[in-house]
């Protein structure tokens, strides 16, 4: 696995993340005006995947502080749930450490990635302000009121 810069200038930075096979697994972009850093998570994901994304979403955040994220699973397929232990207890920490105060996901479409959220959520909730869409213009739009 590996990523990539697309673009690291003042007002854009875009990382993509690519399995061994070359599939993109993540997107992740900061806004204009670093309003909020958008996460976008595609297809199936491993503890591996999940781990590598989220470490470099930290290494953002040191550089660029963000107090928003909008993390985006439309296209995620399947459960991640096994990565929930490590996402409630180093990275979001971390994460509200370095900033984070809220967090837009939109969930997935199937049921195994919505129970994945819905657990991770019971754990985070207390820690940031967490609401869940749909899509992810509602997402957006809620990130840019609060």
Known sequence: MAYRIINNQLQQTKIEFTKANGD???ILERAPDNAY???RWTGIQTM???QEGG???LDVMQQYPASKLLNSHK???GPWDFANEWISQ???PKAVELGM???AQVLAPGVYGQMSFHQLHQRIGNLLEVKMFDNEESAKEWLLSV
Do not use: S
Request: charged content about 20%; overall charge neutral; hydrophobic content about 55%.
């Open 24 to 26: 993109i697994y993540a």
């Open 37 to 39: 850093l958008f996460a």
């Open 48 to 50: 591996e995947t999940i």
């Open 55 to 57: 470490k470099v979403y």
């Open 75 to 77: 296209e995620l397929i």
């Open 90 to 92: 180093v990275w979001t």
């Open 101 to 103: 105060r809220y967090m």
